[in-house]
Protein backbone atom coordinates (compact mmCIF):
# COMPACT_ATOMS: atom_id res chain seq x y z
CA UNK A 1 0.00 0.00 0.00
CA UNK A 2 1.01 3.06 -1.41
CA UNK A 3 2.04 6.61 1.29
CA UNK A 4 2.46 9.83 1.00
CA UNK A 5 5.71 11.44 1.75
CA UNK A 6 6.93 14.41 2.40
CA UNK A 7 10.97 15.31 1.58
CA UNK A 8 12.28 18.05 3.68
CA UNK A 9 15.90 18.11 2.23
CA UNK A 10 18.70 20.41 0.32
CA UNK A 11 18.56 20.38 -3.35
CA UNK A 12 22.05 19.64 -4.72
CA UNK A 13 21.83 21.11 -8.75
CA UNK A 14 24.91 18.81 -9.34
CA UNK A 15 25.00 15.35 -7.52
CA UNK A 16 22.65 12.47 -6.72
CA UNK A 17 22.15 13.45 -3.04
CA UNK A 18 19.25 14.40 -0.60
CA UNK A 19 16.25 14.65 -2.58
CA UNK A 20 17.73 14.00 -5.49
CA UNK A 21 18.88 10.63 -4.40
CA UNK A 22 15.66 9.53 -2.42
CA UNK A 23 12.53 11.23 -4.78
CA UNK A 24 13.48 8.47 -7.42
CA UNK A 25 14.02 6.06 -5.09
CA UNK A 26 10.65 6.44 -3.03
CA UNK A 27 8.62 6.98 -6.36
CA UNK A 28 9.85 3.60 -7.86
CA UNK A 29 8.64 2.01 -4.34
CA UNK A 30 5.07 3.33 -5.30
CA UNK A 31 5.19 5.96 -2.75
CA UNK A 32 3.67 9.15 -3.95
CA UNK A 33 6.65 12.02 -2.94
CA UNK A 34 6.74 15.77 -2.16
CA UNK A 35 9.33 17.42 -1.96
CA UNK A 36 10.03 21.33 0.32
CA UNK A 37 14.26 22.20 -0.14
CA UNK A 38 15.73 23.31 2.83
CA UNK A 39 18.58 25.02 1.13
CA UNK A 40 19.80 24.87 -2.85
CA UNK A 41 23.30 23.92 -3.32
CA UNK A 42 25.11 24.15 -6.10
CA UNK A 43 26.62 20.18 -6.11
CA UNK A 44 28.00 17.91 -3.89
CA UNK A 45 30.46 19.42 -0.73
CA UNK A 46 32.98 16.67 -1.88
CA UNK A 47 33.89 19.04 -4.45
CA UNK A 48 35.47 21.75 -2.16
CA UNK A 49 33.48 24.61 -3.06
CA UNK A 50 30.38 25.27 -3.23
CA UNK A 51 27.37 27.79 -3.21
CA UNK A 52 24.58 27.64 -0.86
CA UNK A 53 20.88 29.18 -0.54
CA UNK A 54 19.54 28.91 2.55
CA UNK A 55 15.29 28.53 1.96
CA UNK A 56 13.93 29.22 5.57
CA UNK A 57 11.98 32.27 4.55
CA UNK A 58 9.99 29.93 1.88
CA UNK A 59 9.48 27.29 3.84
CA UNK A 60 7.75 30.04 6.31
CA UNK A 61 5.73 30.75 3.70
CA UNK A 62 4.79 27.53 2.37
CA UNK A 63 3.44 26.18 5.68
CA UNK A 64 0.17 28.47 6.20
CA UNK A 65 -0.70 28.08 2.63
CA UNK A 66 -0.74 24.01 2.76
CA UNK A 67 -2.38 24.40 6.49
CA UNK A 68 -5.20 26.55 4.66
CA UNK A 69 -5.32 23.34 1.51
CA UNK A 70 -5.44 20.77 3.93
CA UNK A 71 -2.41 18.86 2.53
CA UNK A 72 -1.15 15.74 4.89
CA UNK A 73 0.97 13.58 4.64
CA UNK A 74 1.35 10.16 5.84
CA UNK A 75 5.02 10.06 7.04
CA UNK A 76 7.78 13.11 6.95
CA UNK A 77 11.58 12.64 6.41
CA UNK A 78 13.73 15.26 7.53
CA UNK A 79 17.52 15.33 6.17
CA UNK A 80 20.29 18.88 6.02
CA UNK A 81 18.76 21.61 8.01
CA UNK A 82 20.51 24.89 7.32
CA UNK A 83 19.70 26.83 10.12
CA UNK A 84 18.08 26.95 14.16
CA UNK A 85 15.45 29.05 12.76
CA UNK A 86 14.54 26.73 10.35
CA UNK A 87 14.82 23.59 12.60
CA UNK A 88 12.26 25.43 14.61
CA UNK A 89 9.66 26.17 11.63
CA UNK A 90 10.51 22.83 10.60
CA UNK A 91 9.86 21.14 13.92
CA UNK A 92 6.99 22.52 14.88
CA UNK A 93 5.48 21.73 11.86
CA UNK A 94 6.68 17.70 12.06
CA UNK A 95 5.02 18.32 15.76
CA UNK A 96 1.29 19.43 14.46
CA UNK A 97 1.76 17.01 11.74
CA UNK A 98 2.98 13.87 14.04
CA UNK A 99 -0.57 14.70 16.27
CA UNK A 100 -2.57 14.33 13.17
CA UNK A 101 -0.40 10.48 12.55
CA UNK A 102 2.32 11.64 10.57
CA UNK A 103 5.42 9.60 11.21
CA UNK A 104 8.77 11.59 11.40
CA UNK A 105 11.86 10.14 10.13
CA UNK A 106 15.32 12.42 11.03
CA UNK A 107 18.33 11.94 9.28
CA UNK A 108 20.68 14.36 11.09
CA UNK A 109 22.54 14.57 8.52
CA UNK A 110 26.27 17.03 9.72
CA UNK A 111 29.41 14.98 9.34
CA UNK A 112 31.10 11.25 8.69
CA UNK A 113 34.47 10.15 9.59
CA UNK A 114 34.87 11.68 13.07
CA UNK A 115 34.28 15.15 11.20
CA UNK A 116 31.38 17.95 10.53
CA UNK A 117 30.86 18.32 6.31
CA UNK A 118 31.73 21.95 5.31
CA UNK A 119 29.74 24.52 6.61
CA UNK A 120 28.32 22.78 9.45
CA UNK A 121 28.48 24.51 12.94
CA UNK A 122 27.96 24.34 16.57
CA UNK A 123 24.68 25.97 16.00
CA UNK A 124 23.86 23.09 13.53
CA UNK A 125 24.06 20.56 15.91
CA UNK A 126 21.72 22.65 18.10
CA UNK A 127 19.49 22.33 15.35
CA UNK A 128 19.71 18.83 14.62
CA UNK A 129 18.62 18.38 18.62
CA UNK A 130 15.67 19.92 18.41
CA UNK A 131 14.70 18.16 14.75
CA UNK A 132 15.64 14.55 16.68
CA UNK A 133 13.12 15.28 19.75
CA UNK A 134 10.22 15.28 17.62
CA UNK A 135 11.04 11.80 15.17
CA UNK A 136 9.74 8.47 15.32
CA UNK A 137 13.03 7.23 13.98
CA UNK A 138 16.21 8.38 13.59
CA UNK A 139 19.60 7.19 12.13
CA UNK A 140 22.72 8.98 12.15
CA UNK A 141 25.77 7.86 11.41
CA UNK A 142 28.35 6.78 14.18
CA UNK A 143 30.31 10.43 13.92
CA UNK A 144 26.82 12.12 14.08
CA UNK A 145 25.80 10.23 16.93
CA UNK A 146 28.75 11.20 18.51
CA UNK A 147 28.27 14.59 17.70
CA UNK A 148 24.80 14.65 18.78
CA UNK A 149 25.56 12.71 22.48
CA UNK A 150 28.44 14.64 23.39
CA UNK A 151 30.15 11.28 23.06
CA UNK A 152 33.88 11.21 22.26
CA UNK A 153 34.13 10.05 18.59
CA UNK A 154 36.42 6.45 18.71
CA UNK A 155 38.41 6.06 15.48
CA UNK A 156 39.42 2.29 16.26
CA UNK A 157 35.02 1.68 17.61
CA UNK A 158 33.65 0.94 20.45
CA UNK A 159 32.39 -2.24 22.97
CA UNK A 160 29.03 -3.43 22.71
CA UNK A 161 28.65 -1.68 25.99
CA UNK A 162 29.90 1.79 24.43
CA UNK A 163 27.53 1.43 21.87
CA UNK A 164 24.76 0.49 24.18
CA UNK A 165 25.36 4.44 25.42
CA UNK A 166 25.53 5.84 22.73
CA UNK A 167 21.86 4.03 21.46
CA UNK A 168 20.72 5.38 24.76
CA UNK A 169 21.59 8.56 24.88
CA UNK A 170 20.14 9.32 21.47
CA UNK A 171 16.91 8.06 23.28
CA UNK A 172 17.36 10.41 25.95
CA UNK A 173 17.41 13.31 22.98
CA UNK A 174 13.52 12.29 22.35
CA UNK A 175 13.74 10.24 19.49
CA UNK A 176 11.52 7.14 19.88
CA UNK A 177 13.36 4.18 17.71
CA UNK A 178 17.16 4.96 16.88
CA UNK A 179 19.42 3.11 14.15
CA UNK A 180 23.59 3.78 14.25
CA UNK A 181 25.04 3.65 10.90
CA UNK A 182 29.19 2.96 10.16
CA UNK A 183 29.82 1.91 13.53
CA UNK A 184 32.54 -0.55 14.43
CA UNK A 185 31.79 -2.86 17.88
CA UNK A 186 34.83 -5.18 18.79
CA UNK A 187 36.33 -4.68 15.74
CA UNK A 188 33.22 -5.88 13.15
CA UNK A 189 31.68 -3.07 10.96
CA UNK A 190 27.92 -3.11 12.00
CA UNK A 191 24.95 -0.96 12.07
CA UNK A 192 23.18 -1.30 15.45
CA UNK A 193 19.46 -0.04 16.55
CA UNK A 194 16.87 -0.29 19.04
CA UNK A 195 12.96 -0.46 18.38
CA UNK A 196 10.88 0.81 20.47
CA UNK A 197 7.76 -0.54 19.08
CA UNK A 198 9.35 -4.07 20.57
CA UNK A 199 11.33 -2.52 23.13
CA UNK A 200 14.42 -4.26 21.38
CA UNK A 201 17.98 -3.67 20.33
CA UNK A 202 19.50 -5.58 17.38
CA UNK A 203 22.44 -5.58 15.39
CA UNK A 204 23.46 -6.04 11.86
CA UNK A 205 26.68 -6.91 10.76
CA UNK A 206 28.61 -6.21 7.25
CA UNK A 207 31.68 -6.13 5.23
CA UNK A 208 33.57 -2.70 4.79
CA UNK A 209 33.58 -1.40 0.74
CA UNK A 210 36.29 1.10 0.82
CA UNK A 211 35.40 3.19 -1.34
CA UNK A 212 33.33 6.98 -0.81
CA UNK A 213 30.47 8.43 -2.31
CA UNK A 214 28.36 10.97 -1.52
CA UNK A 215 24.62 10.44 -1.37
CA UNK A 216 25.09 6.44 0.19
CA UNK A 217 23.68 8.07 3.42
CA UNK A 218 20.52 9.23 1.58
CA UNK A 219 19.20 5.74 -0.41
CA UNK A 220 20.06 3.90 2.83
CA UNK A 221 17.31 6.11 4.43
CA UNK A 222 15.04 6.00 1.28
CA UNK A 223 15.11 2.34 1.00
CA UNK A 224 14.70 2.08 4.70
CA UNK A 225 11.73 4.40 4.23
CA UNK A 226 10.08 3.04 1.65
CA UNK A 227 10.15 -0.59 3.49
CA UNK A 228 9.00 0.62 6.20
CA UNK A 229 5.85 2.32 4.68
CA UNK A 230 5.33 -0.77 2.94
CA UNK A 231 4.57 -1.84 6.26
CA UNK A 232 7.80 -4.05 6.74
CA UNK A 233 9.83 -4.63 10.40
CA UNK A 234 12.18 -2.40 11.37
CA UNK A 235 15.04 -4.80 11.36
CA UNK A 236 13.72 -6.23 7.62
CA UNK A 237 13.86 -2.83 6.56
CA UNK A 238 17.40 -1.51 7.59
CA UNK A 239 18.96 -5.05 6.30
CA UNK A 240 17.18 -4.24 3.09
CA UNK A 241 19.18 -0.70 3.00
CA UNK A 242 21.95 -2.07 3.90
CA UNK A 243 21.78 -4.65 1.13
CA UNK A 244 20.76 -1.95 -1.47
CA UNK A 245 23.76 0.25 -0.77
CA UNK A 246 26.06 -2.19 -0.77
CA UNK A 247 25.17 -3.38 -3.86
CA UNK A 248 25.14 -0.08 -5.65
CA UNK A 249 28.82 0.89 -4.57
CA UNK A 250 30.18 -2.69 -5.60
CA UNK A 251 28.29 -2.01 -8.62
CA UNK A 252 30.40 1.85 -8.92
CA UNK A 253 33.29 1.66 -7.88
CA UNK A 254 35.57 2.24 -10.57
CA UNK A 255 33.34 5.38 -11.48
CA UNK A 256 35.46 8.32 -12.38
CA UNK A 257 34.05 11.11 -11.16
CA UNK A 258 32.79 9.97 -7.40
CA UNK A 259 32.00 13.10 -6.09
CA UNK A 260 28.54 13.52 -8.03
CA UNK A 261 26.92 10.19 -6.31
CA UNK A 262 25.90 6.78 -7.94
CA UNK A 263 23.57 7.78 -10.81
CA UNK A 264 20.64 5.27 -9.31
CA UNK A 265 17.91 5.66 -11.81
CA UNK A 266 19.78 2.90 -14.05
CA UNK A 267 19.87 0.88 -10.96
CA UNK A 268 16.16 1.20 -9.46
CA UNK A 269 15.04 -2.72 -10.01
CA UNK A 270 17.87 -3.66 -8.07
CA UNK A 271 16.14 -2.14 -4.96
Known sequence: MSKQILLI????????VATAAMLPILSYMGHPVY???TALVSNTLDYGKFNILDTTDYIKGVFPVWKELGFHFDAISTGFIASERQARIVADYCLEQAALGTTIFVDPIMGDEGKLYNGVTSSTIRSMKEMVSVAHLIFPNYTEAC???GTEYS????TPKEAGELLDGLRALGAKSVIVTSMVVDGQHCVMGYNHMTTEFFRLDYDEIPVHFPGTGD????VLIGHLLHGETLISSTRQAMVAVARLIELNKDNVDKNRGIPLENYLDLL
Not at 9 to 16: E, F, I, L, S, T
Not at 219 to 222: E, G, N, T, W, Y
Open 155 to 158: PEGV
Open 219 to 222: IFSA
Open 9 to 16: NDVAGYGK
Open 147 to 149: YLT
Open 35 to 37: NLP
